[in-house]
């Protein structure tokens, strides 16, 4: 059993400040079990207790998990002063304190994201001791070479003299490759290419471990997944 104030609770699965919860308990906004409450300090019981606040069921989760197409233009962070982060799209119904991108991706950079309040998960899926491999689709300005295959392959030395692990590197055609690594440097992949003299005119993240960017995903858009659903990221064919 779980025993919190009612104004904790709901500030904390929602994405609404303390002091706001407060002053809408006062005025009535919240229900709980049908009853009307307005002691912000009241106790619910969060596995027996059904709260309405504002018209909006809360149910209480311990961690929620979201899958985002992230677009190229936003930044992958939990808060900017100036610019636009990938938390700014998540839409309201899903939002709440604590939220935060599972690693991290260029701004330029579109594709597969996992945003998460799970510390220990994003820690696993983080850890080098996991190698968990990224999958990126690059479009480049010039050739692939198979020789540019096999240096990717035995490990890019980048020009600060960083030497990165092995990678995988597939061409899809002329100007367009496959590439699936399991570090994220700074700007890896960028100058990984920039070393065998090729430059990156697009990239997008397919895929981490064997978890796939969902098809039904548009760029921009997100989606509240169950984190039983994750167990191929942690997976490797």
Known sequence: MSIQRLDRFISNQLSVSRKTVK??????????????????DYSVDTERDSVVYCGQAVVYKQYVYIVMNKPAGVLSA???????????????????????????????????????D???????????????????????DGEITEDTVRQFSEGIVLADGTVCRKAFLKPLGE????????????????????????GVVSLERTAMGEYRLPE??????CKEIQKNQLIPLFSEK
């Open 23 to 40: 002053d809408g308990i006062r005025k009535g906004n919240a229900l709980v079990s049908g009853r009307a409450v307005t002691s912000p």
């Open 78 to 116: 939990s808060e900017d002063k100036k610019r636009r982060t990938v938390i700014d799209l998540i839409p309201s119904e899903l939002k709440r304190k604590g939220l935060f991108p599972v690693g991290r991706l260029d701004k330029d950079t579109t594709g597969l994201l996992i945003i998460t």
């Open 118 to 140: 799970d510390g220990d998960f994003a820690h696993s899926v983080l850890s080098p001791k996991k190698e968990i491999y990224k999958t990126y689709v690059a479009v480049l």
């Open 175 to 198: 100007r367009k490759a496959e590439i699936k690594i399991c570090e994220g440097k700074f700007h890896q992949i960028k100058r990984m290419f920039g070393v065998v003299g090729l």
């Open 216 to 221: 039904d995903l548009s760029a921009g858009e």
